[in-house]
T-cell receptor, first 114, second 110 residues
Framework: GAGVSQSPSNKVTEKGKDVELRCDPI?????LYWYRQSLGQGLEFLIY????????KSGLPSDRFSAERTGGSVSTLTIQRTQQEDSAVYLC????????????FGSGTRLTVV | KNEVEQSPQNLTAQEGEFITINCSYS?????LHWLQQHPGGGIVSLFM???GKKKHGRLIATINIQEKHSSLHITASHPRDSAVYIC????????????FGKGTHLIIQP
């Protein structure tokens, strides 16, 4: 597609429920990143996919968070047993490859856990 | 550990004013990004620069590698420029190689 597409744009969920956030990167971009932005905070790196390599999960805050990327394209970030502190904007970005070139961000998913 | 500091954190100005947002980093970098985030969360990449100066419309970004400092300038500011401006440097460390500043919240009043 023309840009990075994220869905849903907004999600309100009850504490304890699982949520799935979707990211559709730019076609041909091999690198895909998930970030979290909590209120008043900078972007926090969560996970990085490069092609078909095993993802770098070093930024995931707990084992309730997981992500997968199917066919080297669409990615899903799953948060299990959501907590109120998970409320944040979750941003996805893609680039042609890892490095300084052409990061494109999606519009984000605003997650609110009540 | 690379740190990226932005100043000011918040800036309110009148329409038409010349705006400067500053970004300092602690580790030598390959490139620095300036990003714009509007209410609602979406982020747009404004500039990527590794030396000198770049200009796009009313936006100008400069970088001084020796001083580890970059500035984003907005000329003839307009209310639609109201957004959070984030600098991020790419130094190659970590999975994504990026270290983000916390952003500058700019409000341009008509």
């Amino acid at each position: 597609g023309a840009g990075v597409s994220q869905s849903p744009s907004n999600k309100v969920t009850e504490k304890g429920k699982d949520v799935e956030l979707r990211c559709d990167p730019i076609s041909g971009h091999t690198a895909l990143y998930w970030y979290r932005q909590s209120l008043g905070q900078g972007l926090e790196f969560l996970i990085y996919f490069q092609g078909n390599s095993a993802p770098d999960k070093s930024g995931l805050p707990s084992d309730r968070f997981s992500a997968e990327r199917t066919g080297g394209s669409v990615s899903t970030l799953t948060i299990q047993r959501t907590q109120q502190e998970d409320s944040a904007v979750y941003l996805c970005a893609s680039s042609p490859r890892q490095g300084i070139y052409g990061y494109t961000f999606g519009s984000g998913t605003r997650l609110t856990v009540v | 550990k690379n740190e990226v500091e932005q100043s000011p954190q918040n800036l309110t100005a009148q329409e038409g004013e010349f705006i400067t947002i500053n970004c300092s980093y602690s580790v030598g970098i390959s490139a620095l990004h300036w990003l714009q985030q509007h209410p609602g969360g979406g982020i747009v990449s404004l500039f990527m620069l590794s030396s000198g100066k770049k200009k796009h419309g009313r936006l100008i970004a400069t970088i001084n590698i020796q001083e580890k400092h970059s500035s984003l300038h907005i000329t003839a500011s307009h209310p639609r420029d109201s957004a959070v401006y984030i600098c991020a440097d790419y130094s190659g460390g970590g999975a994504d190689g990026l270290t983000f500043g916390k952003g500058t919240h700019l409000i341009i009043q008509p």
